[in-house]
């Protein structure tokens, strides 16, 4: 069933957040997208720096 849905009281079926409850969940989530990215990027430059400038003068 969707969030939207009532019950026969009129009652939102399931949790309502608050504004700034959703705020927060965004902020928060904004955050651990940030950290995800940075840890990718972080990864992918160790991993050029131990290969070294020698995988660029290679053969085609």
């Known amino acids: ?9 009129g009652e939102p079926e399931g949790v309502v957040l ?4 959703k ?3 965004r902020a928060r989530s904004i955050a651990i997208a940030a950290v995800l990215a940075a840890l ?7 991993t ?3 290969l070294g ?8």
Do not use: H, W
Not at 1 to 9: L, V
Not at 18 to 21: H, I
Not at 40 to 46: E, K, P, Q, W
């Open 53 to 60: 400038p020698a995988v660029l003068i290679r053969p085609l």
């Open 23 to 25: 705020r927060r969940r």
């Open 1 to 9: 069933m969707s969030n939207d849905t009532k019950r026969p009281g």
């Open 40 to 46: 990718c990027l972080l990864f992918y430059v160790v």
């Open 18 to 21: 608050t504004e700034e409850q």
């Open 48 to 50: 050029i720096v131990k």
